[in-house]
């Protein structure tokens, strides 16, 4: 004999999550607190090294040519835009899931950030910005003199 869990409330989860997620759809609310408006948010991993920082953002079926990468004021914002396709209908059925349009994602990146030699590149629906460190000032030894 099988047994079956019932939980009850485990649909009014669901169907809360969804209008959430509904309602929540085309706003988002960035590091500032202003809300951005923007189709899509691509999901990104951010690493750090010994000597630079580096950002693996998810962006597949974006041209890398169509994704924007702009850093001022310590602030790194990635925006581009996904275009839409032809679908075609087969026997009155249709199923969408791939996002199009366009996407924005701004971070606020530390003081030893090197914005003069950001550098970003796109691989296989994956866009990989690379954002050197300074060059770490070195406490320097003062030699006491005896009077």
Do not use: C
Request: overall charge negative; proline content about 5%; cysteine-free.
């Amino acid at each position: 004999m099988n047994v079956i869990r019932y939980e009850p409330w485990s649909f009014m989860s669901q169907l809360h999550n969804e209008m959430n997620r509904l309602f929540d759809h085309g706003t988002r609310v960035d590091e500032n607190g202003s809300l951005a408006a923007t189709d899509w948010v691509p999901a990104v991993d951010i690493k750090e090294e010994a000597d630079r920082f580096v950002l693996h953002a998810d962006v597949p079926g974006v041209d890398p040519k169509d994704i924007e990468v702009t850093m001022e004021d310590g602030t790194l914002t990635i925006r581009g835009e996904r275009k839409n396709e032809s679908r075609e209908e087969h026997d009155g059925y249709r199923r969408v899931e791939r996002v199009t349009g366009q996407f924005f994602r701004r971070f606020t990146l530390p003081d030893t950030a090197n914005a003069e030699g950001v550098s970003a590149r796109g691989n296989h629906g994956v866009l990989e910005v690379s954002i050197p460190k300074h060059a770490k000032v070195q406490p320097r030894r003062i030699a006491v003199k005896a009077s």
